[in-house]
């Protein structure tokens, strides 16, 4: 290959946008023939670790290691190294080498250092006054990297630079139109967040945010929620519909009924812990589907088979896409421990509305947000980034939307550091 033919390649890899197959492909190409191209060999090894960091990660922390030992004296090498490695303990001592390393060769690399002091379990003061001499406030991501480190170690650095974030990002989406990373949306709900703000602070997650969570989570998720943190939501939900709505109990003991359910939607169906609970109540030529925001939550729902067909949306507004909205009207919507990301319920409400049938229900679960401790707030966005709500403020929505209230019963859904998170779980018609 001709050093122009590498030059070409290398020009449209950089060139080329996102995760695609087409710009991994040419970057296999290009280090193909030329195993010596250092940069290219860390590019792909960021591409792949973003398409699946489980799956990559060797490979991608081959690649890394190999720029690194081709261009010893490139700190940004250094850097994409240490963005490989994670926060696991494994990988810190690396991790930080490799930074340390970037350090000596570039001192004021703000990149650098962010990443360093996050790294550390215990801020360290003179890093991070090397940062606050380094960094302007144009420098968003980095901004946004320390707010997400201070969260839990200084609440009011942790609020100054989150702001930052916000008001710089503010004139940037006046200006464009445009916050790719949405950096401008997660900042002010992490604000929110550490100010436990009230239903006028921030209505939802941002649907970034939901993603990235689930795409690390995804592959841990059920042994988590089950194991560690005693989830049972679903399994108490379809308890409470059986009570409720003469549904069929799951073990076939009594206190129940026989009806079934010729199309149910699962709202948030995440990796089909729900659906495991509910499919029992489809009839045999019934229809079940799944709604969820992250690709790789809905991979492990497919595995499960669960449900006919699974979308992949924000569940606000599926109602509207044609998979969707061709099977409706549905008999049963359920939601199971998917509101957390929700503070303003109305669009879920209105949606739902319209796709239930006849003697159609609405199940879901809510984390309680007592009298007491929400002022004068429907919803909060709690310190741990989930959303509570009133009893109050359902009872308020279902009158709105024409919801007549079947069953509302207070139990525990699961626990948190070791404490009972107290629902609400609710059935309407």
């Known amino acids: 290959m001709s050093e122009e033919t590498g030059s070409d390649l290398w020009t449209s890899a950089r060139k080329m946008s996102g995760l695609g197959d087409e710009r991994v492909a040419t970057l296999e190409k290009l280090i193909g023939f030329n195993p010596q191209h250092a940069r290219a060999k860390s590019l792909l090894a960021i591409i792949l670790a973003n398409r699946d960091a489980v799956a990559n990660r060797s490979r991608a922390l081959e690649l890394a290691r ?14 994409a190294l240490a963005r490989l490695m994670g926060d696991g303990d494994s990988a810190l001592e690396e991790k930080r080498t490799a930074l340390e390393s970037a350090l000596e060769i570039d ?15 215990n801020c360290d003061e003179s890093t991070y006054e090397n940062i606050q001499n380094t960094i302007s406030d144009q420098d968003v991501n980095r901004h946004y990297e320390l707010g997400v480190y201070f969260r839990r170690r200084n609440k009011e650095r942790c609020k100054y630079h989150y702001g930052v974030v916000v008001r710089v990002m503010e004139k940037v989406i ?9 950096l401008h949306s997660k900042a002010k709900f992490w604000l929110a967040t550490v100010e436990k703000g009230g239903e006028g602070a921030v209505e939802r997650c941002p649907k970034e945010y939901v993603v990235g969570l689930y795409k690390g989570f995804a592959p841990t998720f059920d042994h988590t929620l089950v194991e560690k943190l005693h989830y049972k939501t679903p399994q108490l939900l379809r308890e409470t519909l059986v ?10 003991s009594e206190g129940g009924g026989e009806r079934e359910y010729s199309s149910i939607l699962d709202l948030g169906c995440g990796t089909g812990l729900s659906g495991l609970r509910f499919k029992g109540l489809l009839g045999k030529e019934g229809s079940f589907l799944g709604v969820d925001l992250s690709p790789e939550m809905l991979v492990k729902a497919n595995e499960r088979g669960c449900y006919d067909e699974c979308f992949c949306h924000d569940i606000e507004t599926c109602f509207n896409i044609e998979g969707v909205r061709s099977r409706a009207p549905f008999d049963l919507v359920i939601a199971c421990d998917v509101f957390v990301y929700l503070g303003n319920l109305e669009r879920i409400f209105e949606g739902v509305k319209g796709s239930l049938g006849v003697n159609g229900v609405f199940a879901f679960s809510v984390e309680l947000l007592e009298d007491d401790k929400g002022g004068k707030y429907n919803y909060i966005c709690q310190t741990f980034a989930r959303f509570s709500h009133k009893e109050e403020y359902i009872v308020q929505l279902a009158a709105e939307y024409g919801f007549e209230v079947v069953e509302m019963r207070k139990c525990v859904l699961r626990k948190n550091a070791g404490i009972d998170v107290v ?7």
Do not use: F, H, M, Q
């Open 66 to 79: 190999d720029a690194i030992a081709l261009r010893p004296d490139d700190a940004t090498l250094r850097i």
């Open 107 to 121: 001192p004021t690399n703000l990149e650098a250092l962010v990443l360093y002091l996050t790294s550390s379990k």
């Open 174 to 182: 006046a200006d464009t139109g445009r916050d790719p990373k949405g």
């Open 243 to 252: 009570s409720a709505d003469g549904a069929r109990p799951e073990d076939g």
């Open 423 to 429: 629902g609400l779980l609710t059935i309407l018609r």
